[in-house]
C-alpha cells in the first residue's frame, strides 16, 4: 500500500471516528433523560450519522472544497447545539459571542469538520476544573478573524511546535493527521490557521478566513488577539 493510500484511509478514518464518538457520547446519555432530552439526542444522533455518510462521499470525489454563501454565526449555533450537552457532561462550556450575520464563501460542511475537529481537541484536553470555551469573530477589511480560546491543559512549547506535522500526536490512539487536515482545509478556503498554547494555561486557535466577497468592507484597526502570550 502506497503512502498516499495510507494517508487517506486513516485521515477518513480520523474524521468519520468524530461524528461516531458524538453518536457514542449521546448514546451512553440516552437512558436517564426526559422524552424531549431524548427525541434530541436522538435528532443529533441522526445528523452525525448523516454527516458521516457526507465525509464519505466527499473523500470518494477526491474530498474537494464545495464554496457556498454562509453565514458563521448560523454555523457555530449548528454546532453548539450539536455538542453543547457534550460539553455539560464533561463539565465544560461552549460560549459563542457572535449574534451578528458573518457571510463567507465557504463549504459548510468542511468548516464544521474544522471546528468540531478544534473543539473535540478542547474536550479531550480538559483540565481537572471546569472547561471554559469561547468562540468569538472580529471583522477585518476583507476577512474574519475567529478565535476559540480554552482554559485546557495546553501545549509545551515542543507539543506546539510539532502539531501541524503530520503523525505527530499526543493521544494514545490518535493519527497525528487531524490538525493537518484543518490546516489544509482552511488553506483551501485562501485562510490561515495558527495555534498559540501555555501548558496548564490553555489553548488559542486563530483562524482567518476571507468575507463573502459582494460584502462592503472597511478598513479596521489591527487586533491584540495574543491572549495566551
Known amino acids: ?7 487517506n484511509i486513516s485521515l477518513l478514518a480520523h474524521e468519520i471516528k468524530n461524528p461516531l464518538t458524538i453518536c457514542n457520547g449521546y448514546l451512553s446519555m440516552l437512558n436517564d433523560k426526559d422524552i424531549q432530552t431524548r427525541n434530541n439526542y436522538i ?10 455518510l457526507v465525509i464519505l462521499s466527499e473523500f470518494s470525489k477526491n474530498n474537494s472544497i464545495n464554496k457556498e454563501i454562509i453565514d458563521l454565526v448560523c454555523l457555530f449555533n449548528d454546532i453548539k447545539r450539536t455538542l453543547n450537552d457534550l460539553f455539560i457532561e464533561n463539565n465544560g462550556e461552549l460560549i459563542i459571542l457572535d449574534d451578528d450575520e ?3 464563501e465557504a463549504d459548510y460542511n468542511k468548516l464544521k469538520q474544522v471546528f468540531i475537529n478544534i473543539l473535540k481537541n478542547a474536550i479531550e484536553a480538559r483540565g481537572e476544573g471546569k472547561l471554559l470555551v469561547v468562540i468569538k469573530t472580529l471583522e477585518g477589511k476583507d476577512y474574519y478573524i475567529i478565535t476559540v480560546i480554552d482554559n485546557g491543559i495546553g501545549m509545551t512549547t515542543e507539543e506546539l511546535n510539532n502539531i501541524s506535522n503530520k ?3 499526543t493521544k494514545v490512539n490518535g493519527t497525528g493527521l487531524g490538525i493537518p487536515y484543518i490546516k489544509d ?5 485562501q485562510g490561515s490557521i495558527e495555534y498559540s498554547s501555555k501548558k496548564n494555561i490553555g489553548t488559542q486557535v486563530k483562524i482567518i478566513i476571507p468575507k463573502e466577497k459582494s460584502q462592503k468592507t472597511f478598513n479596521n484597526s489591527s487586533y491584540n488577539l495574543n491572549m495566551l502570550e
Open 1 to 7: 500500500m502506497n503512502t498516499l493510500v495510507k494517508d
Open 43 to 52: 435528532e443529533i444522533i441522526k445528523e452525525e450519522i448523516n454527516r458521516s
Open 102 to 104: 458573518l457571510l463567507v
Open 167 to 169: 503523525y505527530y500526536t
Open 185 to 189: 482545509i482552511i488553506e483551501r478556503h
